[in-house]
């Protein structure tokens, strides 16, 4: 039962996370740049975290703590490039998403 509590517990952060609407388009902007159906792993799938902000009227330091919040609940992957921070999607976790409504 602790298993099915824990399971449970992660989606509850994930869904958390994504009932935000700012932190939902993000969400969305990120997973949307691939086609459907494939990994989002190559470099066209990455953007910058100023790039990502483009036209959602998110300040930068709000941007960041949304994406933070992304990252912690384990949606979006982060890597520091330089000067840049670069942000994708985790595929595993649509993946994982998938199965959980497919369950429904």
Not at 51 to 56: A, F, I, K, Q, V
Not at 86 to 100: K, M, Q, R, S, T
Request: one cysteine or more.
């Amino acid at each position: 039962m602790s298993n099915y509590k824990s399971k449970f517990s992660d989606y509850a952060e994930i869904f958390k996370a994504l009932s935000n609407p700012h932190r939902l388009a993000l969400f969305y902007r990120l997973m949307s740049c691939c086609e459907p159906g494939t990994k989002c792993i190559t470099d066209s799938a990455r953007f910058c975290v100023g790039d990502l902000g483009e036209g959602l009227d998110i300040a930068p330091s709000t941007l960041s703590h949304h994406l933070k919040e992304l990252n912690r609940a384990g949606l979006v992957r982060m890597e520091r490039k330089g000067k840049n921070v670069e942000c994708w999607v985790d595929p595993n976790i649509l993946e994982e998403l998938a199965g959980f409504f497919k369950n429904i």
